[in-house]
């Protein structure tokens, strides 16, 4: 299954990637966050969907920051969109916010708790958006057939799975590069989620913590495994983050960590 979201193609021959902040902390950060990313891109020339959330709904601290809410949300997405001229994604967490955000972002996505519901899926293919389905931490590779079967009984022709992390433990989790050969196998594309597989879940007590600086080290990793897509967490100053800043990567490291993966693609396409 192969397919575009504007100019990007999911599932062809060459790599994309899923970039942003894990929030929409201001509309003054998206957009300068957006440029940013957008800029590094062009000149790698490396094709790009941007990223953020306008509701981080399951926070570990229920007075922790969630964000600025789904009108307001989809509003600076679409306007970033239309004028970078660069396709968005945002996550959707209800039917009706299903059906809202369809209406001004190119990309949904699933969030990983949110995987198996039914009500959720459907509601998503009815958009007619193409849908970012991020695997439980809880299930195996080959418990995705289920979820793939499901947005083919409701009608959607265009989903990717993501790969985020298996939970191992308390706090912790692990990632088993073979899970997306197999998840390949299904025959949709995959994306390697690089930042919230470094994710220590509620780590810190009163909130997540997470290990930004082996984010690069996996995504490589799952370049050369084969993976379609990359997605990564960026922000101009993670340590202070309004959420998941453990993870989320240094935006001065973008160029670096993008270069890097695009030499182990290379190097992977000689092979195979």
């Known amino acids: 299954m192969s397919f575009t979201i504007q100019n990007v193609e999911i599932g062809g021959k060459k790599p994309f990637y899923i970039l942003g902040p894990c929030s929409l902390e201001s509309e003054e950060f998206a957009w300068e966050m957006a440029r940013s990313i ?20 399951n926070r570990t601290n229920v007075k922790s920051f969630r964000g600025p809410g789904i009108r307001e949300g989809c509003r600076i997405l679409a306007e970033i969109g239309e004028e970078l001229k660069i396709p968005v994604v945002t996550d959707v967490h209800t039917e009706d ?3 809202y955000a369809g209406r001004y972002v190119d990309l949904l996505q699933v969030p990983a708790f949110l995987c198996r519901q039914s009500d959720l899926l459907e509601a998503c293919a009815k958009t007619g958006r193409p849908v970012n389905i991020k695997k439980g931490q809880f299930l195996a590779p080959w418990d995705c057939m289920n979820i793939c079967e499901k947005m083919e009984a409701f009608g959607c022709e265009h989903f990717m799975l993501c790969e985020r992390g298996t939970s191992f433990g308390y706090n912790n989790l692990v990632v088993d590069m073979r899970g997306m050969y197999w998840m390949k196998k299904f025959g949709c594309p995959v994306v ?7 994710q220590r879940p509620g780590g810190l007590g009163g909130a997540t ?5 082996l984010a690069p080290v996996l995504a490589n990793a799952a370049m050369a495994v084969g993976v379609d897509g990359v997605f990564m967490e960026v922000h101009k100053d993670p340590d202070h983050a309004m959420s998941d800043g453990p993870n989320q990567i240094y935006l001065r490291d973008l160029e ?5 993966l695009q030499r182990v693609r290379a190097a992977f396409d000689e092979l195979v």
Request: glycine share 4%; charged share 30%; hydrophobic share 35%.
């Open 38 to 57: 957008k800029d590094i891109c062009t000149r790698l020339q490396v094709p790009f969907i941007f990223k953020a959330s306008y509701d981080k709904a």
């Open 97 to 99: 916010q299903a059906e």
């Open 192 to 198: 390697f989620d690089a930042t919230h597989s470094v």
């Open 209 to 213: 913590g997470g290990d930004r600086e």
């Open 256 to 260: 670096k960590v993008l270069t890097n």
